[in-house]
Structure formats: C-alpha cells, structure tokens
C-alpha cells in the first residue's frame, strides 16, 4: 500500500493568526459583496441571469489567479503549513478597491435605470 507522508503543521502564534484570519474573513466578505451587487436587480434585470451570474461571480472570486479572496485564503494555508502568519493587508487593500469600484459603478447604473 502507497502512503503519502503525513502533513506536519508548526505551531502559529494565535494572536496574528487570528488577527489574519479576520482580514481574511473581510476580504472575502468584501468581495462577495462587489460580486452580489454586480449581480443584483439594477444591473442583471433577469433572476435566472442573476443567481447564475451570482453563483460564477463567486466560484471564480475564490479560484481565479490574482483573486485577493485566493490570496488570502492561500496565505492562510501555507502559513499554517510553515508555522508563520502572513496578514493578508495587500489582499484586503485589493478588496476594498474592487468593492468601492464596483458600488460607484452599480450606484450609477441604478441613477440611470431608474
């Protein structure tokens, strides 16, 4: 029988780790937000559309490359494979971006819509 050696994990400081676990959890709550209100009524007039739209949107926030949720979460494995906390600021900088982006651009669409 052919086993794979057992993954070991080095202990984490709790307090960073915790600390990037929450901007983790932001940055990924962020952007399922800009994925939500790109997909909402006054930008996709049809429901359909939208959950399908809404549920690509979020499968392709977590797997694409360059993705700031991926980057994150990706910090986060890795770190607690190596024992070191990596606090995911630039990932979370990048979210807050693509979210106020995309609120001006959906408020606007829904100023013109009516």
């Given amino acids: 029988m052919n086993r794979s050696a057992p993954v070991t994990r ?3 400081p709790l307090l960073p780790a915790a600390l990037a676990g929450l901007l983790a959890v932001a940055c990924c709550a962020l952007l399922g ?3 939500g209100a790109l997909c909402a009524r006054p930008v996709v007039n049809r429901h359909g559309w939208s ?8 499968l392709l926030v977590l797997v694409t490359d360059g993705s700031p949720a991926k980057a994150a979460v990706t910090g986060l494995v890795s770190g607690s494979l190596t024992g070191t906390v990596r606090v995911p600021l630039l990932p979370l900088a990048g979210a807050v971006a693509v979210t106020v982006v995309v609120a001006a651009v959906t408020s606007r669409l829904s100023a013109l819509r009516g």
Avoid: F, N, W
């Fill in 10 to 12: 080095s202990p984490v």
């Fill in 51 to 58: 959950l399908a739209a809404t549920v690509l949107g979020a």
């Fill in 33 to 35: 937000a800009a994925v």
